[in-house]
């Protein structure tokens, strides 16, 4: 097993663990079985372009979910976890949304107040989360992750394994419960009286240098996403 093979399995035990002790058993179910080799490489042909290693591990491990609505990925918020089949699919989507109509963001570095990243100038992008418009993209040529909602796509993770990392440690900390529905929330919007584990704000955590339950913290409780809690936080270190 490969080093990125190990970060892959290890973090996705250890988040599957976490859910089934602590009630999120339809979480953990609703991943669907592996894709196969051939699967992969054949929409790395049909794409016309790689699938970097991180994520074809994931997909080997879980190819997607079995039904929406039960999301693996609920911190960023609430997003549905793609096939290899539908991220093709929504390939298209994301190049009509972001380059070629719609919000035509990316391709046009005048349109955004910041300058796009090299690795932003480009068709690929892959979705390995939606929800809607909503995506989590993964940049094929580098294997970073960016959230993508609006106003284009943002840094997240600097590949697949290290966001998953960063949520099982997200669980680990206390920042998720499992509600009654079976789904997972914050501790603020449980419907039952556990109380939070941690009551430090976004800031101190930050300062703290705990910049994951930081950013999950004011994501939370500020209502934005992920990459607009950072770049929030970002500016104590100004």
Same mark, same amino acid.
């Given at each position: ?31 669907? &079985? ?152 914050? &501790? ?51």
């Amino acid at each position: 097993m490969t080093g990125h093979a190990e970060r892959i399995s290890r973090a996705l035990d250890d988040i599957k663990t976490w859910l089934r002790a602590h009630g999120g058993d339809e979480i953990v179910e609703n991943l669907a &079985p592996g894709c196969s080799e051939y699967d992969l490489t054949r929409t790395e042909e049909a794409l016309g372009f790689g699938l970097p290693v991180e994520l074809r591990e994931l997909w080997l491990r879980h190819n997607g979910q079995c039904q929406e609505a039960c999301s693996f990925f609920p911190y960023l918020p609430y997003l549905d976890l793609l096939s290899v089949e539908e991220a093709a699919a929504a390939h298209r989507v994301v190049l009509d949304l972001y380059i070629t109509g719609g919000m035509n963001i990316l391709g046009d570095p005048d349109i955004l107040d910041e300058p796009l990243l090299p690795e932003e100038m480009t068709t690929h992008w892959l979705p390995v989360a939606r929800e809607g418009f909503h995506f989590l993209l993964v940049q094929a040529d580098t294997g970073r992750v960016f959230e993508a909602y609006k106003d284009g796509p943002s840094l997240v993770a600097d590949n697949i394994a290290t966001l998953l990392e960063d949520y099982s440690g997200q669980l680990q900390a206390g920042n998720y419960v499992v509600d009654e529905d079976g789904s997972l929330t914050t &501790p603020d919007d449980c419907s039952s009286d556990a109380p939070l584990t941690d009551e430090r704000s976004p800031e101190q955590l930050w300062r703290e240098g705990l910049h994951s339950e930081a950013i999950s913290r004011y994501s939370v409780l500020n209502g934005v996403g992920i990459a607009e809690a950072m770049k929030a936080l970002r500016t104590l270190e100004e």
